[in-house]
């Protein structure tokens, strides 16, 4: 015995498939293509609508002439419409092209002027050479501003280190040397060894003071120059850590501007430190030379590289950051090349005046 379920026959009816239905969203997929073909496409699409209903015409009346005529006709307003739509068109071409440079960080692009353009078009171009203008405008006033902070930021660094060096380093030299009186004049053997174990901390302070202000800002970049200061850096850092740092740098390179001593003494800081925390680096190469009125700071190392093009956009080492815009605002400029397994080089480049060293 078989037994029907009383909503069979309504289940069915309800799951058997309608060839003859049309999905709504298959036509508009299809009027979504017909509507994203080229304008000159559509044009040619209508004038063959038209010819078409032409040679309906013709075949229906009997005027054989008449599709000849109006084919002539079509072709003729084909070639014109065509004409004047790429004429019209011209500046997306031009804006396309600017976006591009824009996009590869050339900000002066802009958009010329066409007398010909459809009026809308035109109104379009003049305002994206607006806001190119707005746009560069804010990025100049930016970058301004950054480098205006950076400069107040260095100078105290200057003014902090001075003060580590000049007061409080001096103040714990003194502690020092009456610790060390007090030693010699102390005749209680109990107490000696505790002013003794005080001298010695006053004077690993006043070392560790020291350190701090030269890693602040080091005082003999203005008193002895950048070769000297490139020195006590690769000193620092070897002691530091499990470096091996060589320097290799021309004593001849004097009298440099104070802005760009700061700033190429800060591209190797930072370098440097980088390669400490992240390179997993055995040795650093510091060399600063001079190739005619060009003077050439490069930082080398054999650690594990990165990529560079990753690191940039993921915004990635402020310190090289902020040192790139200090050399820039000393008009050089700095270059990084890397690549995982082959070590990195950061390379610093400056142009001086010829009578820099006279």
Request: glycine letters at 6%; one cysteine or more; proline letters at 4%.
């Amino acid at each position: 015995m078989t037994t029907t379920h009383p909503n069979a026959s309504a289940f069915r009816a309800t799951a058997k498939p309608d060839v003859f239905s049309t999905s709504p969203a298959r036509d508009w997929s299809l009027i979504e293509r017909i509507l994203r073909m080229p304008l000159i496409g559509k044009l040619l699409g209508a004038n063959m609508l038209v010819a078409l209903a032409a040679l309906t015409v013709s075949a229906v009346f009997g005027h054989p002439g008449l599709f000849a005529l109006v084919c002539i006709a079509l072709a003729i307003s084909f070639v014109v419409g065509a004409l004047m739509v790429r004429l019209a068109l011209v500046p997306l071409d031009d804006l396309g092209e600017v976006a591009s440079r824009v996009a590869d960080g050339d900000f002066s692009a802009r958009v010329p002027v066409s007398r010909l353009a459809d009026a809308q078009i035109a109104e379009l171009a003049d305002a994206f050479n607006r806001l190119l203008s707005r746009v560069e405008s804010d990025r100049a006033r930016i970058q301004h501003l950054v480098r205006q902070s950076l400069r107040v930021r260095e100078a105290e660094h200057a003014h902090i280190a001075e003060e580590l060096r000049e007061a409080t380093a001096q103040q714990l030299s003194g502690l020092a040397m009456h610790l060390s009186a007090a030693v010699r004049e102390c005749p209680d053997p109990a107490v000696a060894p505790n002013l003794v174990a005080a001298r010695d901390i006053a004077a690993r302070m006043v070392e560790d003071v020291q350190s701090v202000a030269e890693s602040v800002y080091p005082g003999l970049l203005g008193e002895f120059g950048l070769p000297a200061a490139l020195e006590a850096l690769g000193r620092r850092a070897s002691r530091r850590s499990n470096l091996a740092v060589e320097v290799s740098a021309d004593r001849e390179i004097t009298g440099l501007p104070q802005a760009l001593l700061t700033a190429l003494y800060r591209v190797a800081d930072e370098a440097v430190r980088n390669v400490e925390l992240h390179a997993h680096a055995g040795t650093v190469w510091i060399n600063l030379s001079r190739e005619g009125s060009t003077i050439v700071l490069q930082v080398e190392d054999d650690g594990t590289g990165f990529d560079v093009a990753a690191e940039d956009r993921a915004s990635s080492g402020i310190g090289l950051f902020r040192a790139r815009e200090l050399l820039a605002h000393a008009g050089g400029e700095m270059q990084i090349s890397s690549a995982p397994g082959s070590g990195t080089s950061v390379v610093a480049t400056a142009t001086v005046h010829e009578d820099l060293n006279q």
